[in-house]
């Protein structure tokens, strides 16, 4: 089994920054792909941005430039740099891995940390 656990969420003003950060743990051979995903209230989940093993980062067009992915393959975490937070972005988000863990290949999901974005 394998686990993610967030951190870094919170309550920040608009213009702020935060950092998000997960590390995932347990039965892990190889993480292929880190990311983010968000989810607001009344909305579905959708992609922010992943990362591959490789270092190549992906964004959803509405956080290029104001996100940052980036991670450390030796801690199997993966972080996201958040600039310029607007009340939009407001969200729990969610980091997800895709992992092989020795008998397969399949995407975990943490727990989610809340960002609350105030204007």
């Known amino acids: 089994q394998v686990q993610l656990v967030e951190s870094g969420g919170g309550l920040v003003q608009a213009g702020g920054s935060l950092r998000l950060s997960c590390a995932a743990s347990g039965s892990i051979f190889r993480i292929y792909v880190m990311g983010w995903y968000r989810q607001a209230p009344g909305k579905q989940r959708e992609l922010v941005a992943t990362?591959?093993?490789?270092?190549?980062?992906n964004y959803a067009d509405s956080y290029k430039g104001r996100f940052t992915i980036s991670g450390e393959n030796a801690k199997n975490t993966v972080y996201l740099q958040m600039n310029s937070l607007k009340p939009e972005d407001t969200a729990v988000y969610y980091c997800?891995?895709?992992?092989?863990?020795?008998?397969?290949?399949?995407?975990?999901w943490g727990q989610g940390t809340q960002v609350a974005v105030s204007s």
């Open positions: 990362i591959t093993r490789s270092g190549s980062p």
């Open positions: 997800l891995a895709n992992v092989h863990d020795w008998r397969t290949t399949r995407d975990y």
